[in-house]
C-alpha cells in the first residue's frame, strides 16, 4: 500500500480529496522539442462547454437528432444509433447545446470514472442531418471543445486528446464520486503545439491509420461471418459450402449450359 503525506494548504487549495489527485506515479512530464510550444486548452479554443440533457421520456421517434453518449465511441461518431429531440427542445437548447462539423465531443459525466475523456471529433454529418440544415445538439454529458482553427488543427487536436498520456492528465482533473469532468477545468488542459505544418502532417497520419483500421476491421468480420455461415451448413447439412458462395457460382455457370 502507498502512503503519501501532503501539506495540507496544497490540499485546501486544490479542493481535492482524491489519491489519484496527488498520486506522483500518474504524473509524466512533457519535455518540448525545439520549435514547440505549449498553451492551456482554453486559449486555443472558441468553445468549451456541455451540451443539454433533454427530460426523461422526452426522446420522440422523429424530429431534430441529438448525439447521446452511446454514440461516442472513441473510435469515431457512431450515426447509426439515431436519437432526436422536439423542435421545442432544440429551440431552447440551440445556443448551449448545438455542435458543428469539426467540433470534439467528450465524455465528461459518468459511474465509472475510466469512462471519463473518451472522445470522438465531428465529421461531415449525415445526409439527413445536413438536409435539416445542419441541425444536431448533444447531450449534458459531453462537452463541446471547438477549436479555434487559426490556432491548432482541430484534427490535430483530436489526435493529441487521445494519447494516454494526456487522457491521464484528464482523469486527474475529474471530481466526485459520480465522475464529473467541467469545462472549467478542462480549460487548464496544457495542450503541446508543433509547427502548422507538423500539426496537417500528424493529422493525416492519424487519418490515414483509422482508415487503414477501418478497412482491416470490415474485412475481418466479413471473414468471420462466411466462417459461420461454413459453420451453419456443416452442421445443418454436412457439407461446409458457403450458401452463398455455391450460390454466385451456379449464377456463373448458368449461362453456358
Request: proline share 4%.
Amino acid at each position: 500500500m502507498l502512503h503519501m503525506l501532503i501539506e495540507l494548504d496544497r490540499v485546501r487549495e486544490s479542493r481535492r480529496l482524491d489519491f489519484d489527485f496527488f498520486n506522483p506515479s500518474q504524473e509524466e512530464q512533457i519535455t518540448l522539442v525545439k520549435g514547440y510550444t505549449k498553451q492551456i486548452l482554453g486559449n486555443l479554443c472558441i468553445k468549451i462547454g456541455t451540451g443539454k440533457t433533454a427530460p426523461r421520456g422526452s426522446y420522440p421517434e422523429s424530429g431534430v437528432r441529438i448525439i447521446k453518449v452511446k454514440n461516442v465511441r472513441g473510435s469515431g461518431i457512431n450515426w447509426k444509433d439515431q436519437f432526436f429531440i422536439s423542435e421545442q427542445f432544440y429551440k431552447s437548447a440551440e445556443r448551449k447545446a448545438r455542435i458543428q462539423e469539426g467540433d470534439i465531443l467528450m465524455l465528461c459525466s459518468a459511474h465509472n470514472k475510466s469512462y471519463i475523456g473518451r472522445v470522438d471529433i465531428v465529421g461531415k454529418f449525415p445526409q439527413e442531418v445536413r438536409d435539416d440544415g445542419d441541425r444536431c445538439l448533444c447531450v449534458g454529458e459531453l462537452i463541446i471543445i471547438r477549436a479555434n482553427p487559426e490556432l491548432i488543427v482541430p484534427e490535430y487536436l483530436i489526435t493529441l486528446l487521445r494519447l494516454a498520456v494526456i487522457q491521464e492528465k484528464i482523469r486527474k482533473m475529474v471530481k466526485g464520486q459520480t465522475a464529473h469532468l467541467y469545462p472549467r477545468d478542462l480549460m487548464h488542459l496544457e495542450v503541446v503545439l508543433p509547427p502548422k505544418v507538423i500539426q496537417e502532417e500528424i493529422a493525416q497520419m492519424n487519418l490515414d491509420g483509422e482508415k487503414q483500421y477501418s478497412a482491416r476491421i470490415r474485412r475481418a468480420e466479413d471473414d468471420l461471418l462466411s466462417t459461420r455461415r461454413m459453420i451453419k451448413n456443416i452442421i445443418l447439412t454436412g457439407t461446409g459450402e458457403d450458401e452463398e458462395t455455391t450460390l454466385a457460382t451456379a449464377v456463373e455457370e448458368e449461362p453456358g449450359e
